[in-house]
């Protein structure tokens, strides 16, 4: 007697009257188009290896849409992370600061990865954001082909036009595959940028305390 796989026959019959559904693929991952796929195998030939042999044949696609979660920021404007803002603190008005944010981003001039984290912090006039948004606009910006001195200013920018705080102060510490991977090949070496706006940039004694809280 054939034992029947209901998981299996569940999964089918779940998807029999949509349209949409692709049995060659299930799980609904986006196309990656032949031109794309295209490139990725002449980059693999010519890095010196065969494309068609049996580890590298489903590479392509899979390398494409790597690459499609990897700059997911282009789809987004990420101060739109900022509109949903709150006015009612309890007359909180020191600093708001969020440390030690992980990220990752790649390198335009190489396409290697900028590993990461980093520190925001912004003195509130009347108004904040949940938390989270401030990680929010970090990913927004980190997931695009980047400098780290662009990601920096980018996200100290955003903060500041769109909340209009009294002070915004963004501080990145990051290593970079550019130079651990390829080139002088040095591990170990930590980049850092930061950029202060506001009254963390105008008064001597806000900027100690705000670098202070963040661990410099």
Not at 58 to 63: A, C, E
């Amino acid at each position: 007697m054939i034992e029947k796989d209901d998981t299996a026959m569940n999964y089918i019959s779940a998807h029999d009257h949509d349209d949409a559904f692709d049995p060659e693929n299930p799980l609904g991952k986006p196309e990656v188009p032949g031109h794309v796929q295209d490139a990725i195998r002449t980059l693999i030939a010519w890095a010196g290896d065969d494309p068609n042999r049996e580890g590298l044949l489903d590479t392509p696609k899979r390398v494409g849409r790597a690459w499609l979660e990897y700059c997911a920021g282009y789809k987004e404007d990420p101060a739109i992370h900022l509109t949903r803002q709150f006015t009612e603190v309890g007359g909180y008005d020191e600093i708001v600061l969020l440390k030690n944010i992980p990220f990752q981003s790649h390198c335009e001039h190489h396409m290697a990865p900028i590993i990461g984290k980093a520190h925001i912090a912004y003195l509130p006039k009347n108004r904040v954001v949940g938390i989270s948004k401030l990680a929010r606009v970090l990913h927004g910006y980190a997931r695009r082909l980047q400098v780290q001195e662009r990601l920096t200013a980018e996200v100290t920018d955003c903060i500041w036009e769109h909340l209009d705080p009294h002070g915004v102060a963004v501080v990145i510490e990051a290593e970079h595959g550019c130079m651990t991977g390829r080139g002088v090949k040095t591990h170990g070496v930590g980049m850092i940028t930061s950029r202060i706006l506001g009254c963390f940039l105008e008064h001597d004694s806000s900027r100690k305390e705000v670098m202070s809280l963040m661990g410099y």
